[in-house]
């Protein structure tokens, strides 16, 4: 099982991105899916998270600017970045809570990053 993101890049502040992470391999289900970061000399921290009902949650330094949404389907999830600041520079990982096929364990999943700069 694994995950590959896609959409990171420069953009000015004020600008958009559209990040995209799918699951493969032999996936008997997945609870969560979402986004973490982590800015140079500081900590990896909750982006957004989605679970298969649709639940999100939101870091406050992202609420009304960042929207998470999740194709179960294809085991996708998105994050469509808006007004970004230059303080949303950052490596961002795509994490999933998977259950796999066999055996039927869950496990932490993190894809290789990707990254976003934002530019003043």
């Known amino acids: 099982v694994q995950l590959q993101a896609s959409g990171g890049g420069l953009v000015q502040a004020g600008g958009s991105l559209r990040l995209s992470c799918a699951a493969s391999g032999s996936i008997f289900s997945i609870n969560v899916m979402g986004w973490f970061r982590q800015a140079p000399g500081k900590q990896r921290e909750l982006v957004a998270i989605i679970t298969s009902g649709g639940t999100t949650t939101y870091a406050d330094s992202v609420k009304g600017r960042f929207t998470i949404s999740r194709e179960n389907a294809k085991n996708t999830v998105f994050l469509q970045m808006n007004s970004l600041k230059p303080e949303d520079t950052a490596v961002y990982y795509c994490?999933?809570?998977?259950?796999?096929?066999?055996?039927?364990?869950?496990?932490?999943?993190w894809g290789p990053g990707t990254l976003v700069t934002v530019s003043s």
């Open positions: 994490h999933a809570l998977i259950t796999k096929v066999f055996p039927r364990t869950t496990e932490t999943t």
